[in-house]
């Protein structure tokens, strides 16, 4: 158990942090989930009535409602964004107003209200494109659209604000993948998941592209490890999150591959290719995080295809296909944010 923190998760509600909040009310921390909870109230519905789970319905760009999050906070896990390259595209000036205008004023009010680590998800698609085998943090960022931008500006003010008593943490995750009560269906894995399951088709766009991968609950499994980590050993760091490193192609036989093993129902599946404009491909390597923190994934890609073939045989997730719900550009087009 670790000692109990106050912990402000942004964005708590959405696809990670849905998994993340629950691990750390269960290691006996305070938890302040700052969230416009667009996508439903519901996600934390086992814990509604936890006495150390406090929900802020809130925009981050709202300062009032940031300093009322950080009152009386030790750890801030910034998780809130506008996620996804289409999502961004959708509404450029939205996309800057939250992912980067934001930013920095978080994190003034985050060392004056007293929080002493925070903690940042960018993404490794801040590397863009690399033919290099083994992209390592000192890779040049390459960001070719402005999630993956956005992500790198604001891991050079991170660099700037990080102080002494203020102890700051940048981690690049891969994509993830695999199930959540706030489930995404528009993320690589999934996507090809959700196609053969519900579908009986997988169509490859491209294919050779390499996309690096990580479980959902290896990643919110770092995040829990970060809250106790001294400050010695991550200050003013900055960490590849990834396990495996699969073409497109990779993923949706290895997809194609569970699914007819656990469901031979759906047997055979197809699998189709289609030309792409998509120029992203890169590989990361986790190296430094396994070196310093010992932190190493357990779960593969194909744990995360069986956990979501799972659910929806369940019928734990309905209307996969056309519920707006599972995609974030649909549920933005739908309500209008702004």
């Known amino acids: 158990m670790s000692n109990p923190h106050s912990i402000l998760v942004t964005g708590g509600a959405g696809y990670v942090g849905s998994v993340l909040v629950p691990k750390l009310l269960d290691e006996g921390h305070r938890v302040k989930v700052m969230d416009l909870f667009i996508y439903g109230d519901d ?92 992209v390592t943090e000192d890779h040049p960022r390459i960001p070719v659209t402005d999630y993956n931008k956005y992500k790198a500006l604001c891991e050079d003010v991170i660099a700037d604000e990080q102080s002494a008593n203020f102890d700051t943490v940048v981690i690049r995750p891969a994509t993830i993948c695999g199930y959540s009560s706030r489930l995404r269906l528009d993320l690589t894995v999934n996507i090809l998941s959700n196609h053969a399951y519900n579908k009986g088709e997988i169509t490859v766009f491209g294919g050779k592209q ?18 106790d980590e001294p400050a010695e050993r991550i200050s003013g760091k900055t960490y590849n999150a990834g396990y495996q490193n699969n073409t497109v192609m990779d993923i949706a036989s290895a997809v194609k591959g569970v699914i007819e093993t656990e469901h031979p129902e759906k047997f055979p599946l197809s699998l189709v290719t289609t030309p792409s404009d998509d120029v992203r491909s890169y590989r990361i390597t986790s190296d430094k995080i396994a070196r310093e923190l010992q932190f190493t994934p357990k779960h593969t890609i194909e744990d995360a295809v069986s956990d979501l073939c799972g659910a929806f045989s369940s019928g734990k997730v309905t209307d996969s296909l056309t519920d707006s719900k599972y995609y974030n550009i649909n549920t933005m087009k739908e309500i209008g944010l702004r």
């Open 210 to 227: 390499y996309r690096p991968n990580i479980h959902i609950d290896d990643i919110t499994d770092l995040y829990v490890q970060l809250v």
């Open 43 to 134: 996600v934390f519905q086992n814990y509604a009535s936890h006495p150390n789970l406090e929900l802020i319905k809130g925009d981050i760009r709202d300062e009032d409602i940031v300093r009322l999050g950080v009152a009386n906070t030790d750890t801030v896990i910034h998780l809130a964004c506008i996620s996804n390259d289409p999502s961004c595209d959708l509404d450029p000036e939205l996309t800057k107003s939250i992912n980067f205008d934001a930013f920095l004023p978080m994190m003034k009010l985050s060392k004056d209200g007293g929080v002493g680590r925070f903690v940042f998800a960018s993404s490794a698609s801040v590397y863009g494109i690399s033919d290099q085998p083994n």
